[in-house]
């Protein structure tokens, strides 16, 4: 009964290019939120999906970043032309519905260092 | 104002000691709350929900005030174990997003 599954652990990537954060929710889950964390700072809320949809992502810088949740498959992060101030935790949770009644469970992180 | 309001501490207590963390919300129509842990450079996890009669877990007790907006967590005969930052999370009403993180309190539960 695998928990939230987050891919890859660890991401280096250089000034311009494209980073993909990939995240599979629980088993029967069909909602994820990403979330980011600066360094020394808290959690930030980035975007909520459902299968195929964009709930909410009020959160998500107005460029280069995306998210999708398609039908198969992980839901995806992708930051486009990285800057230094890309790095940072990407924690990906999940949930069976929409109520967030019982809080989230979070994946362990992708940790991104743009160099 | 922010969301979400922790005072960052840090907090260093010795072994044994009772330490208290405190949060408050903006938003008085918020529905649920809950205390997640987080561990250097881990994932934030559930410590326990908080309800508004207060609940009791182990040496873990957590409080909830509406009407001042304010939520306490109590930690009683503190382990080395504790040491982490602990996050006040709230799930603001009308928002999709559902949980809002404060930004945390550090411990560190000394020898």
């Known amino acids: 009964n695998a928990g939230v599954m987050q891919n890859p652990r660890h991401l280096v990537r250089r000034r311009g290019q494209e980073a993909r954060l990939r995240c599979s929710p629980m088993?029967?889950?069909?909602?994820v939120y990403w979330y980011r964390q600066l360094p020394e700072e808290g959690l930030k809320f980035m975007v909520y999906?459902?299968?195929?949809?964009?709930?909410?992502e009020s959160g998500m810088p107005k460029e280069r970043f995306s998210a999708e949740f398609p039908k198969e498959g992980p839901s995806i992060l992708r930051i486009q032309q990285v800057v230094r101030g890309d790095s940072a935790a990407y924690f990906c949770?999940?949930?069976?519905?929409?109520?967030?009644?019982?809080?989230?469970?979070f994946g362990s992180g992708t940790r991104l260092t743009v160099v | 104002r922010k969301e979400v309001e922790q005072d960052p501490g840090p907090f260093n207590v010795p072994e044994g000691a009772t330490v208290a963390f405190n949060c408050t919300y903006s938003?008085?129509?918020?529905?649920?709350f809950f205390w997640y842990r987080q561990d250097c450079r881990k994932e934030p996890k559930l410590l326990m929900s908080?309800?508004?009669s207060g609940n009791e877990d182990g040496r873990f007790t957590a409080q909830l005030n509406r009407a001042s907006q304010y939520i306490s967590l109590l930690i009683r005969d503190s382990k080395l174990s504790d040491s982490a930052t602990y996050l006040c999370?709230?799930?603001?009403?009308?928002?999709?997003?559902?949980?809002?993180f404060g930004s945390g309190t550090q411990l560190t539960v000394l020898p």
């Open positions: 949770a999940s949930s069976p519905n929409g109520q967030g009644i019982n809080g989230y469970t």
């Open positions: 088993k029967g889950h069909s909602h």
């Open positions: 999906l459902q299968k195929e949809n964009i709930i909410d």
């Open positions: 938003n008085s129509a918020s529905q649920s």
């Open positions: 908080v309800y508004s």
């Open positions: 999370v709230v799930n603001m009403a009308g928002s999709a997003r559902q949980l809002t």
